[in-house]
Structures are given as structure tokens and as C-alpha cells.
């Protein structure tokens, strides 16, 4: 689907919250050498966590990791948290099923998600999209899964220029080898 939106207003969003979600190694990577993901896919086997899949109800990623995410074989990406937006300087000419490429500012656009999520938690996919809604005060909580695996080189969990911000831990659980890590984003 191919929409481009300009503007919704905050007060459209629903109830859920706005959720970093990622997988990271141990040495603070969300994507290897060449962006690759198969060390995710080989650690968090069986879906560990299903209750995060659950509470979602949209993701906002931005072109970059949408792109990345394309090229992972269809079997490897079976999540299904709800419609998936994308913004983006320049939606593609061709429409891609099930996908909203989005070119407003990025308030506006964590809007349009929240609405879709109908009172879900919206998921922020990307280290890039993430930083900027870190920065932005979008964000609710942080949810990282930490996976036993050292890169040592990649796209690393935030951008470099984010600056602080502080967090509350408020869980942490282990399924198999993963350790999932929760966060409140200090506002």
C-alpha cells in the first residue's frame, strides 16, 4: 500500500505506549557487519517473549532498516505486531503490500502509528528512528533483548549523538538464551 500522510494530531493516538524494541548483542550491535540479522534469528528461535507480540499493535520503522528487513528470507520474519509504517524522505514509486510508507515530521507520524496500534503498543524498529524519537521525548520504554553473541563490529544500538537519556529498569526475564531487558524512558 503506498499512502503518503502529512499530518494527524496527537490527540488521535490511543492508549499504548511507544516502544524501543530491539534484539542486541552483548557488545551493543542490532545488526552485524553488512547489517546482518541471522544471529537474531538463530538466538530468538520458538518466539521466547509472545506477550511482546501481543501488545503490539503497530511499528514505525524508517527506511533504512525497512529495506534491511526485506531481505530477510520470509520464513525468518514471521512477527506479526500489526500494520507497518515507514518513514521516509522518498516513498518507493511501486506500492508494497501491507506497508505505509510515510512523509510527514516525525511527531506526526508516531501519531499515524499510535492510531493504527488501536490502543496496542507501538514498536520503534531501527537504530536511527529510535535515537530520533529518543531524543524527540516520543518514547515510553525501552525493551531490549540480549542475545549471547559478541560482533564486535555493526550498526550499534543507538546513533552516535543521541545523548543521554535515563532510564528506570522495571524487568528482566530469561527464555533459553535470551535476557530480555525492560525500561521506562525518565521524561
Given at each position: 500500500?503506498?499512502?503518503?500522510?502529512?499530518g494527524?494530531?496527537d490527540?488521535?493516538?490511543?492508549?499504548g505506549k511507544?516502544?524501543v524494541?530491539?534484539?542486541?548483542?552483548l557488545?551493543?550491535?542490532?545488526?552485524?557487519?553488512?547489517?546482518?540479522m541471522?544471529?537474531?534469528?538463530?538466538?530468538?528461535?520458538?518466539?521466547?517473549f509472545p506477550?511482546?507480540?501481543?501488545?503490539?499493535?503497530?511499528m514505525?520503522?524508517g527506511?533504512g532498516?525497512h529495506e534491511?528487513?526485506?531481505?530477510m528470507p520470509?520464513?525468518d520474519?514471521n512477527?506479526?505486531g500489526g500494520p507497518?509504517?515507514v518513514?521516509?524522505?522518498?516513498?518507493?514509486d511501486e506500492?508494497?503490500?501491507?506497508v505505509?510508507?510515510?512523509?510527514?515530521?516525525l511527531?506526526e507520524?508516531?501519531a499515524?502509528?499510535r492510531?493504527?496500534a488501536?490502543g496496542?503498543n507501538l514498536?520503534i524498529?531501527?537504530?536511527?528512528?529510535a535515537?530520533q524519537?529518543?531524543q524527540?521525548?516520543l518514547?515510553?520504554?525501552?525493551l531490549?533483548y540480549?542475545?549471547?553473541?559478541?560482533?564486535?563490529?555493526?550498526v550499534r544500538f543507538?546513533?552516535?549523538?543521541l545523548?543521554?537519556?535515563?532510564?528506570?529498569?522495571?524487568s528482566?526475564r530469561q527464555?533459553g538464551?535470551v535476557?530480555m531487558?525492560?525500561?521506562r524512558?525518565?521524561?
Amino acid at each position: 500500500m503506498r499512502r503518503v500522510v502529512t499530518g494527524m494530531s496527537d490527540t488521535d493516538a490511543g492508549l499504548g505506549k511507544v516502544v524501543v524494541n530491539r534484539a542486541m548483542s552483548l557488545d551493543g550491535f542490532i545488526a552485524g557487519p553488512d547489517n546482518a540479522m541471522d544471529w537474531i534469528i538463530e538466538c530468538m528461535k520458538g518466539d521466547p517473549f509472545p506477550e511482546v507480540m501481543q501488545a503490539t499493535g503497530a511499528m514505525l520503522a524508517g527506511r533504512g532498516t525497512h529495506e534491511v528487513a526485506k531481505r530477510m528470507p520470509d520464513e525468518d520474519t514471521n512477527y506479526d505486531g500489526g500494520p507497518v509504517f515507514v518513514l521516509t524522505h522518498q516513498p518507493p514509486d511501486e506500492p508494497e503490500q501491507g506497508v505505509t510508507f510515510l512523509t510527514c515530521d516525525l511527531g506526526e507520524a508516531v501519531a499515524t502509528a499510535r492510531a493504527a496500534a488501536r490502543g496496542k503498543n507501538l514498536e520503534i524498529l531501527g537504530a536511527d528512528m529510535a535515537s530520533q524519537c529518543l531524543q524527540r521525548g516520543l518514547v515510553d520504554e525501552v525493551l531490549v533483548y540480549v542475545l549471547p553473541v559478541l560482533l564486535g563490529d555493526g550498526v550499534r544500538f543507538s546513533t552516535s549523538g543521541l545523548g543521554r537519556i535515563d532510564l528506570e529498569p522495571f524487568s528482566n526475564r530469561q527464555s533459553g538464551p535470551v535476557t530480555m531487558l525492560r525500561f521506562r524512558v525518565r521524561k
